[in-house]
């Protein structure tokens, strides 16, 4: 049993929040500090899954976590996919709360944000998520006004209202493992009220709260970390490319309960049913072309110690 606080879904304003982080041991300390910042703090429950990570995060972020007060956990997972470290919060670590924060490790919540989407909700009933809107970087502007005219999730801040993910997960509905746009899917979901063949695609269930924010340091084109982060991150948005076009002829003539245990293997078994159509041209995009080549390499299929969270800490509120 996890030593994490446990809340009935009624308690006033308590908002758990799930933080998932890979190797980023510089980033999770402004991260957490930024949360214990937020007007929201005193009723936050922190859930910090890191998956796959090797870097030290764990004890960086214990020292902060103690320093500032914030109740909660941290997860260790061996296998580094952030889609399993959600099925995991979402089903079986997650304490019960009226809303849910999803937060990315190298983000920092502005201090007002998660009381606004958790206003948002209460101000639509009719809504069953809130996303938050970048406040820096370079293309900002443009994504926040894209979320604007067109709603949907962003990775780095959204929340859920509880009562959705109650049935989210008494449905039995699980990500991908490998996913890479978990956020899309989770839109999806939204979007369709668990229901891709008869709930329709309905924009009004996500509000876009364009006052709360999240803030990334910029990249620096002179360090091998930000360089690397840069290129992997286009690797795998090439994947993601061929997972959502795999993943929604799936859903659509199967409903969300087909969806697969690893989404890979999907783009696998959808490119070898019509591989002249499905192959990615190298010149129209390569970034997919060598993600395609990636996931055709074989690969030993994670143990279950692998997927299993193992609890690291735990602060009681």
């Known amino acids: 049993m996890p030593l994490t606080r446990r809340a009935d879904a009624t308690e006033a304003g308590l908002c758990a929040v799930a933080v998932f982080a890979r190797n980023e041991a510089e980033r999770i300390g402004p991260c957490l500090r930024a949360l214990a910042r937020c007007e929201a703090a005193p009723r936050l429950h922190v859930t910090l899954l890191l998956n796959g990570t090797t870097d030290g995060s764990a004890a960086v972020a214990e020292r902060v976590m103690e320093k500032e007060g914030l109740a909660g956990a941290i997860y260790d997972i061996a296998y580094g996919d952030k889609s399993h470290a959600m099925n995991l919060f979402l089903h079986q670590l997650r304490p019960s709360a009226a809303h849910y924060a999803m937060i990315d490790g190298y983000a920092e919540v502005e201090p007002p944000a998660l009381d606004r989407l958790a206003a948002a909700l209460r101000r639509r009933p009719d809504a069953l998520a809130a996303a938050a809107v970048p406040r820096t970087g370079r293309s900002a502007a443009a994504l926040r006004q894209q979320m604007l005219d067109y709603p949907g999730l962003h990775g780095s801040l959204f929340m859920l209202r509880g009562e959705f993910v109650e049935r989210l997960v008494a449905a039995g509905i699980r990500l991908p493992r490998n996913l890479y746009r978990g956020d899309g899917l989770i839109g999806s979901l939204v979007m369709h009220d668990l229901d891709a063949l008869g709930g329709g695609w309905v924009t009004e269930r996500v509000v876009v709260e364009g006052e709360a924010s999240w803030t990334v340091p910029p990249a620096a084109p002179w360090r091998c970390r930000d360089v690397r982060r840069v290129a992997r991150r286009m690797l795998q948005q090439g994947r993601g490319r061929l997972q959502t076009a795999a993943l929604r002829e799936l859903i659509y003539a199967g409903g969300f309960p087909s969806l697969p245990e690893d989404a890979d293997r999907m783009v696998l078994d959808w490119i070898a049913a019509d591989p002249e159509a499905r192959t ?25 110690s692998e997927l299993e969270p193992r609890l690291l800490a735990a602060r009681p509120g």
């Open 280 to 304: 990615p041209a190298l010149q129209r995009d390569p970034f997919a072309r060598l993600a395609l080549a990636l996931m055709r390499q074989a690969r030993p299929e994670p143990s279950p």
